[in-house]
């Protein structure tokens, strides 16, 4: 009995914690690692700087398109990635949510513009059109189509699992 | 600045506790190193403490260079809200469970003699598993760091939904109830390292468990409140994996108090309680392993991150695996009573660990098999609350035969079997006699539900004449477990009619109109639209008449978020004793028309009343003076 | 055997057949209550029992949501296949078009009649971007 009693004790935990430690490994797709693609929904929006209207033809070729807004604590956090990226020669465009335009203005200021071109969405509109749910979001456009997303701060580890691989396979940029 | 040195008492209390666990675990302890163990402990508990404090008051001072702050609080936000905005996301709330798991051993620790034998190796053991946390906190997920050099201003828009006072105390009272259960694992485990069987730990355990039993208690019934009305999900339980996962070691637990007294009584089930103690707080941190691995998505799961799980993971199975281990080697040298008789207090009590273990297990299972089952064949599955009740019902009214029959039963005594004695007798009349007039009443021949009912009412009739048994002819009964098994029939009488009876329906009504349901005259009266400080409101106004003529006014309200753009439903409840008219409002339809859900849901109240009773019996039993 | 070994024996043995039908028993239960989840492109060739409960994930598509009464009918897509779902009641908050939702419910005919819509939440309550599997 008692050999029986040891053996459960034993084996019952083993398995659930190998089986955990097999989920926790194996799982490294992030969300939106594996990405159907879909067409850029279509907009009319104004440009965050100059109030120029910027519609779906304006934007070409292949880009980011970031969500950010000034109200948003981990967009600072992620602004010197953004910083980087541009400085390497890829094109960024912000899309700036529902937020106040002179807060974003002000933002740009103390922090710095890593943006080739900002969208102004006040209403959102556009952004939930895109599925977005807050901000930041990041998505990655090869012609006209949305190939790649992810919610969240974007880092060198998130461009390295979610963006590279596409961008690769892609022939991008 | 500040914030450096909350972050460096953190670590210092780290370094303590450190100190406290070698002293404990790696020397002879003598009255004097028992002593110092204490004292150092009690040191390292008031730095975290300290360091606590200063993280709470540079919450509310809205200091925004902490990030963990600004990314959960607001300068708008009321001082309480600023508070519970602490443990609103993984970072804070980790450090309030770990300040809570300091705390009771505190507790533990200043109210036990430093000459009791166990106390020493229980300290040392607590204090392990801090360094352990507090490495885990200060490493994976530190609330410390700052944003330098410039602050945001005004914060974050902390998440409406969280904006509730029954949110801001569920969390706490949870973790108080999950960390309580180190008690009672530590004693168990230093029991095992002296390696004395004439210890009798239990009885030193046994306030501190029940005391955490009753925090889980009151944890689950505050979160299962929240739920119902601030989520609008309108129930009381929706089995969602981090509720599950909460039920788990609550099982457990009272599994485990159960098995406490019998060990103390009789000195029967002693390798099985300790095996109990090790599980109850196993569960409780595979609790914190589940929701803070993002390994399942839910409510209340927070954001993936697999380091923080593996970490959590290796800790966790350290010390089940040093806790097992330990265990099997001192099997053979654990001394228990042998033989339980059959039909006596003890065996009745070891056939329902039995039912316990099941329900553990099967949940246990829900949890886990979607996950297994996507890891091995790729599709992704959901267990839902049919397999649960499928579960549930069956073991709870068997469990509750067998707690009927145990009420006669007596410690290490054969049951005086005469199935026609007079309690036994006229509690199940009463209930047959309920059973039937409800059936007919209802018009109900759902047997789960009637067989549930009556498992209910056996249990509360029969205990109804031990109470007057016990004022009429001063026989002795156990007060508090009276108490608790009335709130178990109480529950189950609830659970079971609120299923039976409670509705609901989607009716879409124009302004000015009325509808009907159940016997409820709805009068749509009045929709507006309010400009709040942080969103725009939708609020309806219905007058509603029952069929007793009386009447009242609900306001179903949706708010819209201005930061976030987020939705949020506002219930609104009109209260009666015996139900709850439940109400949300939906979209606007073409015609004009709104659609209105109304929900009927009766017996709510009485859930977590029951609920709440078991608590109350729990904690009556520490503050009183019985010692066993 | 002498009689003690012979009881010890009979014993383990009770116990092996009780926990092994019980654990039959709750994996029967939870194999006949398992909802299975599947995207849109995943129905498509699938046989599926009416009575079968099953979860649907994906997109709202823009433009479907359709009204009537309290019934309400919208096209869940993953962007390669779409179908149809009509469900009578409330659907919760974050119910947009375009963005994820999950129904439970039963298909026949290529509809799926929905018992409950969900939109799952995260740390902050949002409705995660469906992590559609892309099958190809």
Not at chain 2, 255 to 268: M, N, P
Not at chain 2, 602 to 607: A, D, T
Request: aromatic fraction near 16%.
């Amino acid at each position: 009995m008692k050999i029986l009693l040891k053996l459960i004790v034993f084996i019952v935990p083993t398995s659930f914690i190998f089986m955990f430690f097999m989920l926790l490994t194996n799982d490294k797709s992030y969300p939106g690692a594996d990405y159907t693609s879909f067409k850029l929904p279509s907009f009319k929006l104004e440009n965050l700087e100059n109030l120029d209207t910027i519609s779906n033809d304006v934007l070409e070729g292949d880009f980011i398109l970031n969500v950010w807004a000034s109200w948003c604590i981990t967009c600072i956090i992620e602004h010197p990635y953004l910083m980087s990226l541009t400085k390497n020669g890829i094109p960024v465009v912000g899309l700036n949510y529902k937020d106040d335009r002179d807060d974003a203005i002000i933002w740009l200021d103390k922090y710095g513009n890593p943006y080739n071109l900002i969208l102004h969405d006040y209403k959102g509109t556009f952004a939930l059109d895109l599925g977005v749910t807050g901000a930041p979001e990041t998505f990655l456009i090869n012609d006209g189509k949305v190939v790649a997303h992810y919610q969240g701060e974007v880092n060198e580890i998130i461009w390295q699992d979610v963006f590279l691989p596409v961008i690769k396979e892609m022939e991008m940029f | 600045m500040i914030i450096e040195i909350s972050h460096f008492l953190s670590v210092l209390a780290t370094g303590l506790f450190f100190l406290a666990g070698s002293f404990s675990l790696f020397t002879k302890n003598t009255l004097y190193i028992s002593n110092l163990i204490s004292r150092t402990y009690s040191h390292g508990f008031l730095l975290l403490l300290t360091s606590f404090s200063i993280y709470i008051w540079l919450a509310i001072s809205d200091n925004f260079s902490v990030q963990y702050i600004a990314s959960h609080s607001n300068t708008e936000l009321p001082t309480f809200y600023k508070i519970s905005s602490i443990w609103s996301a993984h970072e804070g709330s980790m450090f309030l469970w770990i300040v809570f798991l300091s705390l009771w051993g505190f507790f533990f620790n200043i109210s036990v003699k430093n000459d009791q034998i166990l106390k020493s190796k229980s300290i040392g053991v607590i204090s392990v598993i801090l360094v352990g946390f507090l490495l885990f906190l200060l490493v994976t997920s530190n609330p410390f760091i700052t944003i330098l050099p410039i602050a945001p201003l005004n914060g974050a828009d902390i998440n409406p939904v969280l904006q509730d006072p029954a949110l801001a105390i569920h969390p706490p009272t949870l973790y108080l109830g999950y960390v309580g259960f180190v008690i009672p694992f530590a004693c168990a485990i230093s029991f095992l390292l002296i390696g004395d069987s004439n210890i009798k730990w239990e009885l030193l355990v046994r306030k501190w468990s029940i005391a955490a039993w009753a925090f889980l208690t009151i944890g689950i019934t505050l979160g299962s409140w929240w739920a119902y009305y601030e989520l609008g999900w309108g129930g009381y339980w929706f089995w969602d994996p981090v509720e599950n996962i909460a039920l788990m070691p609550w099982l457990a637990a009272t599994a485990f108090i159960h098995s406490l007294s019998v060990s103390i009584k009789s000195s029967h089930l002693r390798i099985w309680t300790i095996l109990l103690s090790i599980s109850v707080f196993s569960l409780s941190l595979f609790g914190a392993f589940i929701v803070r691995s993002g390994i399942i998505d839910s409510v209340h799961s927070f954001a993936n991150d697999p380091d923080r799980g593996l970490y959590l993971l290796g800790f966790i199975s350290i010390i089940v695996f040093t806790s097992i281990y330990l265990f099997i080697f001192r099997l053979p040298t654990i001394k228990e009573s042998k033989r339980i008789k059959k039909f006596s207090k003890e065996s009745f009590i070891s056939i329902n660990n039995i039912f316990f273990g099941t329900l553990i297990f099967s949940v246990m299972l829900g949890v886990t098999y979607p996950l297994i089952y996507e890891f091995l064949f790729d599709q992704k599955i959901s267990v839902g609350a049919p397999f649960y009740n499928a579960i549930f019902i069956p073991i709870v009214v068997l469990a509750s035969f067998f707690l009927f029959f145990s009420v006669d039963s007596k410690w290490s005594r054969k049951i005086n079997f005469k199935f026609f004695k007079t309690p036994i007798f006229l509690s199940l009349f009463f209930s047959i006699i309920t059973v039937i007039y409800i059936s007919d009443r209802f018009n109900s021949n759902n047997l789960a539900i009637l067989i549930s009912i009556f498992a209910g009412t056996i249990i509360i009739f029969r205990y109804i004449y031990e109470l007057l048994d016990s004022l009429l002819n001063k026989k002795y009964i156990n007060p508090f477990s009276v108490i608790a098994h009335m709130a178990l029939g109480l529950l189950l009488v609830s659970i079971s009619f609120n299923s039976l009876l409670s509705t609901e329906r989607a009716i879409n009504i124009k302004i000015n109109e009325y509808e009907e349901y159940k016997g409820l005259n709805i009068y749509f009266d009045d929709i507006r639209v309010l400009k709040n400080s942080n969103n725009d409101s939708i609020k309806a106004t219905f007058f509603i008449e029952d069929a007793k003529g009386k009447q009242f006014n609900l306001s179903p309200e949706k708010r819209r978020y201005f930061t976030r753009g987020q939705i949020t439903t506002e219930t609104a409840i009109h209260i009666m004793p015996l139900k709850d008219i439940y109400m949300t409002i939906g979209d606007q339809l073409d015609d004009g028309s709104w659609i209105v859900n109304i929900q009927i849901n009766y017996l709510i109240r009485f859930i977590w009343f029951s609920a709440a009773l078991m608590a109350f019996a729990g904690i009556m039993l520490i503050f009183s003076n019985r010692r066993a | 055997m002498n009689p003690i070994r012979k009881r010890r024996i009979y014993s383990i043995l009770l116990v092996l057949l009780f926990s092994v039908s019980g654990i039959s028993l709750i994996l029967y239960s939870l194999n006949s209550n398992l909802d299975y989840f599947f995207t849109p492109t995943e129905l498509k060739d699938k046989n599926i029992p009416i009575d079968k409960r099953i979860k649907v994930g994906g997109m709202v598509l823009n433009g479907s949501v359709k009204r009537a009464s309290s019934k309400i009918s919208f096209i869940v897509t993953d962007y390669e296949n779409s179908i149809t779902v009509e469900y009578e009641g409330i659907v919760p908050d974050l119910f947009k078009e375009g963005s994820g939702v999950v129904v439970l419910g039963f298909l026949d005919n290529q509809i799926v009649y929905a018992e409950e819509v969900l939109a799952k939440h995260d740390e902050n309550y949002m409705p995660p971007n469906l992590d559609i599997k892309n099958d190809n």
